[in-house]
Antibody, heavy 117, light 109 residues
Framework: EVQLVESGGGLVQPGGSLRLSCAASGFTFSSYWMSWVRQAPGKGLEWVANIKQDGSEKYYVDSVKGRFTISRDNAKNSLYLQMNSLRAEDTAVYYC??????????WGQGTLVTVSS | EIVLTQSPATLSLSPGERATLSCRASQSVSSYLAWYQQKPGQAPRLLIY???NRATGIPARFSGSGSGTDFTLTISSLEPEDFAVYYC???????????FGQGTKVEIK
């Protein structure tokens, strides 16, 4: 079955760190750009980061630059998002998404990150 | 940064009616414009990519049009399962960053 499954979300204090994972199956993971997209409670979608097939190119939304790092392990069919210096405004459901040209054609179910003391 | 503005914010229609959703960009986005549908508690689903191409498995009642700065998603005849929130999204040429519109909610009248 073609799917993406996120994990690693949870409750973290402001200033803390969290690492999200996304396990891909059913398709050739190494052939696709991948993305992270988040959605704050009751709000719209916000793109967070993209990574090229071989990991050589990475792009971030300005609000997470220097704090978040996207990475991938093609041997493990996995995508990651290391989140440091977390803030209350980072509270959201984080989705990983397979990226086809300029759109996300496959999404995971999301993992909730809550930043609160 | 390219800003996408969707209108209207809410569209109140009855099943069987035609829905027309607009997405306007602050500058030209070429054809890198996509549309997604999201239902409560679910992940978004890709409907349209490259402005006018239906994604795999998407019914023909969904169509996309436009270029440059003005784009439209049309649902020709609303089915009960089409009541949801719709987002447009663009990818800038370089660097390849994305932005989303704020969404249009299609609700049952």
């Amino acid at each position: 079955e073609v799917q993406l499954v996120e994990s690693g979300g949870g409750l973290v204090q402001p200033g803390g760190s969290l690492r999200l994972s996304c396990a891909a199956s059913g398709f050739t993971f190494s052939s696709y750009w991948m993305s992270w997209v988040r959605q704050a409670p009751g709000k719209g979608l916000e793109w967070v980061a993209n990574i090229k097939q071989d990991g050589s190119e990475k792009y971030y939304v300005d609000s997470v630059k220097g704090r978040f790092t996207i990475s991938r392990d093609n041997a493990k069919n996995s995508l990651y998002l290391q989140m440091n210096s977390l803030r209350a405004e980072d509270t959201a459901v984080y989705y990983c998404a397979r990226t086809r040209i300029a759109a996300a054609d496959l999404w995971g179910q999301g993992t909730l990150v809550t930043v609160s003391s | 940064e390219i800003v996408l503005t969707q209108s209207p914010a809410t569209l109140s229609l009855s099943p069987g009616e035609r829905a027309t959703l607009s997405c306007r960009a602050s500058q030209s986005v070429s054809s890198y414009l996509a549309w997604y549908q999201q239902k409560p508690g679910q992940a978004p689903r890709l409907l349209i990519y490259d402005a006018s191409n239906r994604a795999t498995g998407i019914p023909a009642r969904f169509s996309g049009s436009g270029s440059g700065t003005d784009f439209t998603l049309t649902i020709s005849s609303l089915e009960p399962e089409d009541f949801a929130v719709y987002y447009c999204q663009q990818r800038s040429n370089w660097p390849p960053r994305w932005t989303f519109g704020q969404g249009t909610k299609v609700e049952i009248k």
